[in-house]
C-alpha cells in the first residue's frame, strides 16, 4: 500500500523560505514520477513541479520558476521542495503525488496522493 506523508509547511513572510518534504512508502520510488501540487481556497489543485524517474528531469509552472527547487533522495524514498522568495500568492495547501513511469500537469494522472501541508505567505 502507497504512503505519501508531507511535512514542512507552516506560516511565512513573503521573501521567506520553507522546505517541504514528501516520505514515500509501498512503492518502487526510483521508478516514480514524483509531483508537488497545490490547492488554494476557491481554486483548482494545479502542478507546481515534477520529478521524472526516467532521466531525473525537473519541470516547474511558470510562476515558481527561479523560486523552487524540486529534488529527490531515492535512497531515502523522500521527495522536497525548496521555495524561496515566497509570495502571498503562494498561500496554499501544498500535495506530493506518485505516478508510475513518465510524468505528466494532470492531477487524474496521478493515482496516489498524500494529505497535504499547508503554506501561509503573508505580506
Known amino acids: 500500500q502507497v504512503h505519501l506523508v508531507e511535512s514542512g509547511g507552516g506560516s511565512v513572510q513573503a521573501g521567506g523560505s520553507l522546505r517541504l518534504s514528501c516520505a514515500a512508502s509501498?512503492?518502487?520510488?526510483?521508478?516514480?514520477?514524483m509531483a508537488w501540487f497545490r490547492q488554494a481556497p476557491g481554486k483548482e489543485r494545479e502542478g507546481v513541479a515534477l520529478?521524472?524517474?526516467?532521466?531525473?528531469?525537473?519541470l516547474y509552472r511558470d510562476s515558481v520558476k527561479g523560486r523552487f527547487t524540486i529534488s529527490r533522495d531515492n535512497t531515502k524514498n523522500t521527495l522536497y521542495l525548496q521555495m524561496s522568495s515566497l509570495k502571498p500568492e503562494d498561500t496554499a495547501i501544498y500535495y506530493c503525488?506518485?505516478?508510475?513511469?513518465?510524468?505528466?500537469?494532470?492531477?487524474?494522472?496521478?493515482?496516489?496522493w498524500g494529505q497535504g501541508t499547508q503554506v501561509t505567505v503573508s505580506s
Open positions: 509501498g512503492l518502487t520510488y526510483s521508478t516514480y514520477c
Open positions: 520529478s521524472s524517474a526516467i532521466r531525473g528531469d525537473t
Open positions: 503525488a506518485a505516478r508510475p513511469a513518465g510524468c505528466s500537469w494532470l492531477r487524474e494522472h496521478f493515482g496516489y
